[in-house]
């Protein structure tokens, strides 16, 4: 969970996709909120791509309740949840 704005914001759900093609796929959707916010979207794939070449097939919930969506800010959330799961998987 990532907040400026003191709630949870928009919940989204990724995870990695097993098919038949060689390269995986990566499913990203919106459970509760806005739906509109590609760069959410962007932030939740990241994220599952990082946890799926970690080696782990776990799926991934994300609360993201910000007032900044811009790239800037996404990366640096992306960072430091990348840095806090190196040390748990």
């Known amino acids: 969970m990532a ?11 990724a995870r990695k996709e097993e098919g038949v093609s ?14 509109d916010e590609p760069m959410l979207m962007a932030c ?3 994220l599952i791509e990082h946890i799926s070449n970690s080696g782990s097939s776990k799926a991934l919930v994300l609360s993201l309740g910000l007032k900044d969506h ?7 959330i992306v960072s ?9 998987i």
């Open 3 to 13: 907040t400026q704005i003191g709630s949870m914001g928009t919940i989204l759900q």
């Open 22 to 35: 060689v390269d995986p796929t990566y499913n990203v959707t919106v459970v509760f909120g806005k739906r």
């Open 44 to 46: 939740a794939r990241k």
């Open 70 to 76: 811009s790239s800037g800010t996404l990366k640096e």
């Open 80 to 88: 430091a949840v990348m840095e806090k799961l190196t040390e748990v």
